[in-house]
């Protein structure tokens, strides 16, 4: 049964097995999940775009209220040259956000809690940043990996230690909403397991424990989106406007 | 004439909202995020650091040296990670 907490993150295949040469492409619930959530933010800001009400419903508030949020975390960290980078931004955090939150509906499986989801989302940005920097400054770019008033002698160390941590930036990036989703996901798949197994008589505490770990991890879940939208806008913002 | 109370009214909402928002300034949630931040910056610096000098290690075949040099430069590397956020965050 639930004996084994980590039994939720695994991966198996739905439908015919697909290969192309040695690899396994085959439709898993992971791509399940994900197109649900990419289906369910087509639809959602789909029927709040459609009729633009001065009374907004709903849906239409729901869409309005994300767009400025993100809108303003943008203005905010990158300032207004990142404007033209506003929809990848904003559909990075409605992936992530819809991943993490529909996670936490029962039975269903959580596609951020695998390091490879997040690890090639973080490093796409990682990427992106890299060209967009390289683009916008050409070779004067390097000189993020070269602060301004330090002594010659130094100078070989700090460029080291200044590439490692920008090398550092999508591990740190990717390993944060894993390790939180994954941890989350497990202990409230522990403390279930406690109910079961402590019966009628001893089970109301940890049932009160899983009834509070809910709460933490919805909030856990949003919290985690809005971290990777917000570095990302700090990287781009390191990107657009050099200056230390 | 006395003042209009639809202004008298309009001015006191204005002062709500204008305080409102300051308290949500207060309470950004992107300092809880930079919180979150803090405990992997220096992790994945030290990482690196590490992945970086086992490569190097095995190009150069020079054992176990590189390794040790980078993983101490990926700890300095980490630590100014976490100083430079914490700087971010008292901003």
């Known amino acids: 049964m639930a004996a084994n907490p980590m039994t ?56 309005e209220l994300s767009y400025s949020f993100v809108s303003k975390m943008i203005s905010d960290t990158a300032g207004s040259k990142a404007k033209p980078y506003f929809s990848f931004i904003f559909s990075l955090f409605m992936f992530v956000l819809f991943c993490n939150m529909f996670g936490m509906i029962p ?29 916008k400054h050409g070779f004067g770019y390097l000189k993020l990996f070269v602060p301004s ?4 002698i130094l100078l070989p160390l700090i460029v080291v230690i200044e590439i490692i941590s920008y090398l550092s930036r999508p591990i740190s990036l990717s390993v944060r909403l894993f390790a939180n989703m994954m941890a989350g996901h497990t202990m409230m798949k522990v403390f279930g397991g406690f109910v079961i197994s402590l019966g009628i008589v001893g089970g109301w505490l ?7 770990l809910t709460g933490l991890e919805i909030l856990v879940a949003f919290l985690q989106a809005y971290v990777f939208a917000i570095l990302t806008c700090i990287y781009l913002n390191d990107a657009l406007n050099l200056h230390h | ?19 409102r928002n300051l308290e949500d300034k207060k309470r950004n949630p992107s300092s809880i995020g930079t ?10 610096a ?45 901003k």
């Open chain 1, 8 to 63: 939720q993150f695994e991966v198996y295949r739905i439908g015919p097995e697909i290969k192309i040469g040695t690899f396994d492409i085959s439709f898993t619930n992971a791509s399940l999940f994900m197109a649900i959530s990419s289906l369910a933010i087509l639809i959602i800001f789909n029927l709040g775009s459609k009729k633009n009400s001065i009374l907004p419903n709903k849906i239409q508030l729901l869409a």
């Open chain 1, 107 to 135: 039975y269903t499986f959580t596609v951020t809690s695998h390091i490879i989801v997040t690890f090639v989302l973080a490093s796409f940005i990682f990427i992106g940043v890299t060209v967009i920097g390289f683009i």
């Open chain 1, 149 to 152: 008033g330090v002594p010659v």
């Open chain 1, 206 to 212: 940890p049932l009160s424990f899983s009834v509070a």
């Open chain 2, 1 to 19: 004439m006395s003042k209009d109370p639809f202004k008298t009214r309009l001015e006191i909402a204005k002062k709500k909202v204008s305080r």
């Open chain 2, 35 to 44: 919180a979150f931040k803090l405990s992997t910056e220096l992790v994945s």
């Open chain 2, 46 to 90: 030290v990482a690196v650091g590490t992945i970086i000098g086992f490569i190097l290690d095995k190009t150069f075949g020079t054992k176990p040296w590189l390794i040790l040099i980078f993983f101490f430069v990926g700890v300095i590397a980490g630590i100014t990670n976490v100083v430079k956020s914490a700087k971010n965050m008292q």
